[in-house]
């Protein structure tokens, strides 16, 4: 039979009660399918620094190497800080760069159910961010320079990094199974090339790999625009690709109009290596009070799935969480966080799962 190996990061905050759940619901889609899950839990983040000086004991990314998958929750305190004044327990920098994912993809998709912030219909909103992820802006991490008086970041890009990353958001139009609203597939390059060098070497690496893709159309928006045409007409976009930073702010002002943070997975993927994990924090405001919305963790389980190559099990965590929005068996509310509560909310979820009728693997 087939058996896939999974690591999971708790984290901190909310994490670890959203890991519980995605853990339920992948335990009810694996065993629907006949795929035996052996799970591994390392403990990193914000508490882990507070307790041992490190967020991630950096010999365990081989560990995370190894693995079949990796399921983050989302790390961080704001009172966990460095010297530095920057925060000691997020592990983009550890994760993202100790594992090369070059290519964060967060999917922004308005399902059945849902009120987002702006009026649009389930399905209109079906697009995909993908953010730069080891360079740009976040390449200073660590590195910028500060007096009390004036502190410097610098944002690099590279030809390679630029590569790479276009070339991943042209494969991903090609196949995945979301569409625009005028069925023209495309890419759209995300920058502020009218005013910095290093975005205009961004636009201009992303044109030469567009030329390789003559199927898909190729397009550019400067970053203010696109974040108005992401409220105002979300309906236009297929596959975005940008900086990292500016991948990091519009993907939480796309996750605003399909009912919020809770509602967004995301995918770290590089050559050798890819994690899962939702694009929010560990929201300390909620902690603790069952209240946060699990449907972000349980995507990015599905994520996880598809990526380890048992898509089966991945669609019927989907199906199970369409199903329950658009029956309303499930619902969120303006405040982002789902009517009864989270262990509610997974049982719900589960309990679809566990009733689909699946036709037997051979
Ligand atoms: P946040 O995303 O944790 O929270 C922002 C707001 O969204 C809060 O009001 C919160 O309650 C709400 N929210 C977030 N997730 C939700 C969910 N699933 N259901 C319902 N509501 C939800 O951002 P923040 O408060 O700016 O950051 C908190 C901590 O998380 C910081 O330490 C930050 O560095 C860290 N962080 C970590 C990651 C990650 O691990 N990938 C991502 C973002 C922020
Ligand atoms: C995200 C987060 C991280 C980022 C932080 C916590 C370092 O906001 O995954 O979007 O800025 O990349
Ligand atoms: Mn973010």
């Given at each position: 039979?087939r058996?896939?190996?999974?690591?999971?990061?708790?984290?901190?905050?909310?994490?670890?009660?959203?890991?519980?759940?995605?853990?339920?619901?992948?335990?009810?889609?694996?065993?629907q399918?006949g795929?035996?899950?052996?799970?591994?839990?390392?403990?990193?983040?914000?508490?882990?620094?507070?307790?041992?000086?490190?967020?991630?004991?950096?010999?365990?990314?081989?560990?995370?190497?190894?693995?079949?998958?990796?399921?983050?929750?989302?790390?961080?305190?704001?009172?966990?800080?460095?010297?530095?004044?920057?925060?000691?327990?997020?592990?983009?920098?550890?994760?993202?760069?100790?594992?090369?994912t070059?290519?964060?993809?967060?999917?922004?998709?308005?399902?059945?159910?849902?009120?987002?912030?702006?009026?649009?219909?389930?399905?209109?909103?079906?697009?995909?961010?993908?953010?730069?992820?080891?360079?740009?802006?976040?390449?200073?991490?660590?590195?910028?320079?500060?007096?009390?008086e004036?502190?410097?970041d610098?944002?690099?890009?590279?030809?390679?990094?630029?590569?790479?990353?276009?070339?991943?958001?042209?494969?991903?139009?090609?196949?995945?199974?979301?569409?625009?609203?005028?069925?023209?597939?495309?890419?759209?390059?995300?920058d502020?090339?009218?005013?910095?060098?290093?975005?205009?070497?961004?636009?201009?690496?992303?044109?030469?790999?567009?030329?390789?893709?003559?199927?898909?159309a190729?397009?550019?928006?400067?970053?203010?625009?696109?974040?108005h045409?992401?409220?105002?007409?979300?309906?236009?976009f297929?596959?975005?690709?940008?900086e990292?930073?500016?991948?990091?702010?519009?993907?939480?002002?796309g996750?605003?109009?399909?009912?919020?943070l809770?509602?967004?997975?995301?995918?770290?993927?590089?050559?050798?290596?890819?994690?899962?994990?939702?694009?929010?924090?560990?929201?300390?405001?909620?902690?603790?009070?069952?209240?946060?919305?699990?449907?972000?963790?349980?995507?990015?389980?599905?994520?996880?799935?598809?990526?380890?190559?048992?898509?089966?099990?991945?669609?019927?965590?989907?199906?199970?969480?369409?199903?329950?929005?658009?029956?309303?068996?499930?619902?969120?509310?303006?405040?982002?966080?789902?009517?009864?509560?989270?262990?509610?909310?997974?049982?719900?979820?589960?309990?679809?799962?566990?009733?689909?009728?699946?036709?037997?693997?051979?």
């Amino acid at each position: 039979g087939r058996r896939i190996d999974v690591v999971t990061i708790p984290g901190d905050g909310i994490g670890p009660d959203l890991l519980a759940g995605a853990v339920a619901v992948m335990r009810a889609a694996a065993g629907q399918v006949g795929v035996a899950l052996d799970i591994e839990t390392i403990d990193a983040g914000a508490k882990v620094f507070s307790a041992t000086g490190s967020a991630f004991p950096a010999d365990r990314l081989d560990r995370l190497r190894a693995a079949d998958g990796v399921l983050k929750g989302p790390v961080g305190l704001p009172e966990v800080r460095h010297p530095d004044g920057t925060e000691a327990g997020v592990l983009g920098g550890i994760l993202r760069t100790g594992l090369d994912t070059y290519a964060n993809v967060r999917p922004v998709r308005l399902l059945p159910g849902i009120a987002g912030a702006t009026r649009h219909a389930p399905g209109e909103i079906d697009y995909v961010i993908v953010r730069e992820n080891t360079e740009g802006l976040y390449l200073s991490r660590g590195n910028g320079v500060a007096t009390a008086e004036a502190a410097v970041d610098q944002l690099m890009v590279t030809r390679v990094g630029v590569e790479r990353v276009a070339r991943f958001a042209f494969e991903l139009a090609r196949t995945r199974a979301g569409a625009p609203s005028d069925g023209v597939r495309r890419v759209t390059c995300v920058d502020k090339s009218n005013v910095l060098r290093s975005y205009a070497l961004f636009r201009s690496v992303f044109d030469d790999v567009a030329e390789q893709y003559p199927d898909i159309a190729a397009e550019h928006l400067y970053a203010d625009a696109a974040a108005h045409d992401l409220v105002v007409r979300p309906g236009r976009f297929d596959v975005l690709v940008m900086e990292n930073f500016l991948g990091d702010i519009l993907s939480d002002l796309g996750a605003g109009t399909v009912g919020g943070l809770g509602m967004c997975a995301s995918g770290n993927i590089g050559e050798h290596a890819a994690y899962f994990e939702p694009i929010h924090g560990s929201a300390p405001d909620i902690a603790g009070t069952d209240r946060a919305n699990p449907i972000s963790q349980i995507l990015s389980a599905a994520l996880l799935f598809d990526h380890a190559g048992v898509g089966d099990a991945a669609d019927l965590i989907r199906t199970a969480v369409v199903g329950a929005l658009g029956e309303a068996t499930l619902r969120i509310g303006s405040d982002g966080c789902p009517v009864g509560g989270t262990a509610a909310a997974v049982a719900e979820i589960v309990r679809r799962i566990d009733a689909a009728r699946v036709a037997p693997v051979a």
